[in-house]
Antibody, heavy 116, light 107 residues
Framework: QVQLQESGPGLLKPSETLSLTCTVSGNSISSGYYWGWIRQPPGKGLEWIGNIYYRGSTYYNPSLKTRVTISVDTSKNQFSLKLTSLTAADTAIYYC?????????WGQGTLVTVSS | AIQMTQSPTSLSASVGDRVTITCRASQGITNDLGWYQQKPGKAPKLLIYAASSLQSGVSSRFSGSGYGTDFTLTISSLQPEDFATYYCLQDYNYPWTFGQGTTVEIK
């Protein structure tokens, strides 16, 4: 069974950079899937952030494109999200996920709060 | 970006009711649409992929239909565990976009 687990800081200040890691178990990250990040502000809907293929091809939401980087570390079976120049609008639950056509496996999510 | 418009935003229904949620794309997306269920405090769960294919392990009371721009999720007989928020997602092209969600509440 595929499992994904997000890790990273829960509280950041405006202008700081968010770095989250997703550790994948039960599935090699190099097995041909895409891997993605999705976020959800408290009480609101879902927003797709971006996807990465294990070989490094990336696709980003244009609304975040200038601030977001997704990378993969096949040796650790992990992929990561970096989001710069944070504002309060980036406060959300961040989910990592496996993409097989649709998003078929999700992490449990991690709440990131941006506040001074 | 393709816009996904879900309706209704919310609905109240009783156990045993047949429930239908629709999603309309701003342009044709063939059958590249998934339906997700999200319960409070939990990650979304894939119910339907490719517009009409039931994800493994999901109850057969869930079904999906549609092609092009208009899609439907149907719950044939609503059960207590089905009260949740439902989202559609188009993965036809980037950027992927979700519908705004439909909350199914107990009547």
């Amino acid at each position: 069974q595929v499992q994904l687990q997000e890790s990273g800081p829960g509280l950041l200040k405006p202008s700081e950079t968010l770095s989250l890691t997703c550790t994948v178990s039960g599935n090699s990250i190099s097995s041909g899937y895409y891997w993605g990040w999705i976020r959800q502000p408290p009480g609101k809907g879902l927003e797709w952030i971006g996807n990465i293929y294990y070989r490094g091809s990336t696709y980003y939401n244009p609304s975040l494109k200038t601030r977001v980087t997704i990378s993969v570390d096949t040796s650790k079976n992990q992929f990561s999200l970096k989001l710069t120049s944070l504002t309060a609008a980036d406060t959300a639950i961040y989910y990592c996920a496996r993409v097989y056509g649709d998003i078929d496996f999700w992490g449990q999510g991690t709440l990131v709060t941006v506040s001074s | 970006a393709i816009q996904m418009t879900q309706s209704p935003t919310s609905l109240s229904a009783s156990v045993g009711d047949r429930v239908t949620i629709t999603c309309r794309a701003s342009q044709g997306i063939t059958n590249d649409l998934g339906w997700y269920q999200q319960k409070p405090g939990k990650a979304p769960k894939l119910l339907i992929y490719a517009a009409s294919s039931l994800q493994s392990g999901v109850s057969s009371r869930f079904s999906g239909s549609g092609y092009g721009t208009d899609f439907t999720l149907t719950i044939s007989s609503l059960q207590p565990e089905d009260f949740a928020t439902y989202y559609c997602l188009q993965d036809y092209n980037y950027p992927w976009t979700f519908g705004q969600g439909t909350t199914v509440e107990i009547k």
